[in-house]
Structures are given as C-alpha cells and as structure tokens.
C-alpha cells in the first residue's frame, strides 16, 4: 500500500544493513599528517564515493561550541518576523534569505518535483568587504553578504562556522585529488583564489504531505562536495544505489558529506552524486546546516584525464562553473530572472 511518502514506500528492507552502507571515516591521522595517512583516507574516500557517494568524517578538528554557536544562531535568525527575514532577499547570485515555498528541485532528474520546497534558507558566502575588488567591479558570484541589524553576535557567529568549514573542505582537496589518482596539489588551482563556497542555514517545519509535498525534494547537489550538520529532528533521506531510500542515523561528532555533481562530471560519473531529500514528520521542527565547497566560479570544469581510459568517452564537455551555477539557479528558484526559460542542458 502505497502512502504518498516516496522514503517510506521505497524504503530499504532492512535498514539497519542500509545504514551500514553509510562508511564512517576517521580523517584525524590525516590532519594529524601521519605517516601514509594521505593514501589511505584517499582509499578509503574513493570507495565510499565509487559506492554510496555518502559518508561520515568523524576527528574532523571544528570545535563543537563553533558548531553549536552556528546552530544558535539559525534558529535565532528563522525565529525572526518574516518582514525582517524579507528585507534580507535573497539576490541573484543566491546569497540571503529564501522564503519557504519558493524553489523546486527543477533540475533535477531524480524525482519529477511538482510542488516547491517547503522550507527557508539563508544563504552567505565569503564575508567580501564593499572595498573588495569583486565587489567594485559588480563580478557575479564574487559579492557579499547581507546581515541582519538586529541579531548581535549572528555575522561572528555564522561567519566562524563558515570559515571553519572552508578551511576543513580546504584540507580535504589533497587526498580527493589522491582518489582520482592525482598529485595532492592537483586541485590547488582549481579552488585558488576564494573558492565557491556556501553555507545554507535551514529551517523546515514539519512536512505537510498531501502529493508529492518534500522539505526539499529529491536531488543532486551542484557542489563538489557537501558536509552536513544536523541536530536531533530526523527528515533526511538518501537514495542508495540500489534504489531504496534509507534515513542516515545521526552519529555523534561526525558531519555527513556527499559528494555533488560538480565531482560526478570530473570523474566522468565514476564517484556518485547520490539523490537525497527530506520530509520532517511529527510535530517538531528540523534546523540543518549544509556547507557546499566548490571550485573557483571563473575555472572551468572537466573530466579528468585519470577517468578516460581507451574506450571511454569523456561524458561531459568542458563547461566554466559559473555558467553551470546559473544554470542550476535558473532552474530551481523562482526568484531568478531567467527561471524555466534556460534551455537546461545539465541535469543530473
């Protein structure tokens, strides 16, 4: 009997076994820099993204009050009046507040999504002062942020959190460009020069199910890689390849990745970018915090030489990532100039 509930009617069997699909990886030897550890956290990341495209970092060095404090201050900023939430819109380039029931996972080929998501998001990037060189000459993707006046401590609060994250998704790019079979610095252009970096602090009530109704439908990140931070109020679920859905338990100390799209093209679709979404039951709701860490816009992206044995063809064609970030928004949020009138060539 089907319920209206895509996780639970394609639930995994068993999902204890599911669940244990999900690797839990210790990456403090590597931040410790131990002898051989480079090789061995890249072993272990290239089979969790060849496999499930999803697993947990645990001895990952961000001070838990750092996390809390970020925690505290989503909720602060979601607790405000929509009016205060509203003079912080979110622009163009998809930096500031997001009201609920104004975007769609249009673009992607998981789930025809029929309805929009039902949450609010705010968005920040890299903190760029108004005198910054990006910022004077308007570059898209390369402005500021926009803060709320009446929240003392929330810029300090969300910004060290954001910092600590790009920093930890930083340190993380050598034993990637290891899992591809590069060397540790084959990345280092790729993210020079203030990488593309968002934090989205998230607020979703409790799901109201009717048809096809999701906190945030299934989808694909267009990140290269995502890391997740949740509190105790459960609604994620990810699509594991066998096609059932399972919901990742909570582990304390950890954060969640998954690897996005941006990752999937460069590796010529051999690392997944595993569909996942959420729908928050009971009465309680859900804050989460989802860090997406990716190349500099102006770089462009393409399928590594590593991923094109004799016989493969490459299956992506080089693209600058700026355009595949406004293609992505085009698609998804109502509030862009050019929603659904892209041709949308990049789906995943």
């Known amino acids: 009997m089907k319920t209206g509930n895509l996780f639970k009617d394609k639930a995994a069997k068993n999902p204890a076994v599911a669940q244990e699909q999900i690797p839990i990886i210790d990456i403090g030897p590597y931040l410790r820099d131990e002898a051989g550890a480079i090789d061995l956290l890249a072993q272990k990341l290239k089979n969790a993204c060849e496999q499930v495209g999803f697993f947990y970092i645990r001895n990952h060095g961000i ?25 912080l819109k979110i622009d163009q380039y998809n930096v500031g507040y997001l009201e609920i029931n104004t975007s769609t996972q249009a673009h992607s080929t998981v789930h025809k999504a029929t309805k929009p998501n039902q949450n609010e998001s705010f968005f920040v990037s890299h903190d760029r002062p108004p005198d910054h060189p990006d910022r004077i000459k308007a570059v898209p993707l390369r402005g500021g942020n926009y803060w709320p006046t009446e929240l003392s401590g929330f ?8 910092s600590a994250m790009n920093g930890l998704g930083q340190k993380l790019l050598a034993p990637f460009a290891v899992s591809m079979g590069l060397e540790p610095d084959g990345f280092e252009d790729l993210f020079s020069n203030e990488n593309h970096a968002v934090l989205r602090l998230l607020h979703y009530p409790p799901t109201k199910i009717t048809d096809n109704d999701f906190g945030t439908g299934p989808h694909t990140d267009n990140s290269f890689f995502t890391i997740l931070a949740r509190m105790e109020v459960p609604g994620l679920a990810i699509r594991l ?32 970018s595993t569909p996942h979404g959420v729908i928050v039951e009971g009465e309680k709701d859900r804050y989460s915090m989802a860090y ?57």
């Not at 493969?312 to 929603?339: G, S, V, W």
């Open 63 to 87: 001070p838990e009050d750092v996390i809390e404090i970020a925690f505290n201050q989503n909720r602060r900023f979601h607790a405000q009046s929509i009016e205060k939430k509203r003079a």
């Open 155 to 162: 810029r300090e609060g969300v910004m060290a959190y954001f």
């Open 241 to 272: 390849p066998s096609g059932e859905w399972v919901a990742p338990p909570l582990i304390e100390n950890t954060f969640l990745v998954n690897i996005g799209n941006i990752m999937r093209r460069m590796t010529n679709d051999h690392f997944l």
């Open 292 to 348: 997406f860490h990716s190349p500099n816009p102006y770089k462009m992206i393409e399928v590594l030489d590593t991923f094109t044995k004799p016989g493969h063809h490459r299956k992506y064609e080089p693209a600058l990532y700026a355009d595949l970030i406004m293609e992505f928004f085009a698609a998804n949020y109502t509030h862009q100039k050019n929603h659904r009138l892209l041709d949308i060539k990049n789906q995943y």
